[in-house]
């Protein structure tokens, strides 16, 4: 599918609301950018990092190191697509590794959200991520901008052996949410360190 395809967009609330109820009790989720502000909304949970301020591109390598320390748990790390192009590499780096319990959701919105809604350099191009990451060599890779489309085939693609690619085209999140602070990364480390530890 290309960005042509996605002239479909779907609700980014929605669209996260349908990984929070297929969200395993035991899974870790890490969220940056805009979904940090989003998924606390949502659903709190000890098992999830909302690594906000980040560095851009920084979530998924974290998610992965997370993925290789915790081989027994599956990891889910939701970002930006503005945040996968500064470290597009990153792709290489999941694949070379061999993890198949890692789930990367890539948020399509064509803007670099939360400084400012600039254009992406993918932004009105024929680029389709979950191609590339399909060429790249992820045995799931999968590009949806309906949202009916995603609700269903989630259940399904989640099962599947990872590492797992899912580029989800939305539309911008409402300012109400882009407004709200995330939790204290301190507080959040503290607890998830807590909870790995417990189980």
């Not at 890692?102 to 024929?126: C, K």
């Not at 999140?173 to 990364?185: A, H, K, R, S, V």
């Amino acid at each position: 599918m290309n960005n042509e395809a996605f002239i479909s967009r779907t609700s980014v609330i929605e669209a996260l609301r349908v990984l929070v109820g297929l969200r395993r009790e035991d899974q870790i989720v890490v969220t940056n950018q805009g979904s940090a502000r989003v998924w606390p909304k949502l659903q709190t949970h000890p098992l999830d990092l909302h690594y906000n301020p980040s560095t851009m591109g920084g979530a998924i390598p974290l998610a992965l190191g997370l993925a290789m320390a915790q081989p027994r748990r599956e990891v889910l790390v939701v970002s930006g697509e503005g945040a996968l192009l500064m470290s597009l590499g990153s792709l290489v780096t999941v694949v070379g590794t061999g993890v198949t319990n890692l789930t990367i959701v890539v948020l399509d919105n064509q803007m670099y959200e939360v400084t400012g809604g600039q254009r992406t350099a993918a932004s009105g191009t024929a680029v389709d991520l979950g191609e590339v990451a399909r060429e790249i060599g992820f045995p799931v890779a999968s590009s949806f901008g309906e949202l009916e489309d995603w609700r269903a085939c989630a259940a399904d693609l989640l099962e599947q052996p990872g590492p797992r690619f899912i580029c989800l085209a939305v539309h911008p999140t409402p300012p109400e949410y882009l407004n709200t602070p995330t939790p204290p990364l301190g507080e959040q480390l503290d607890r998830l360190r807590h909870a790995l530890n417990a189980t």
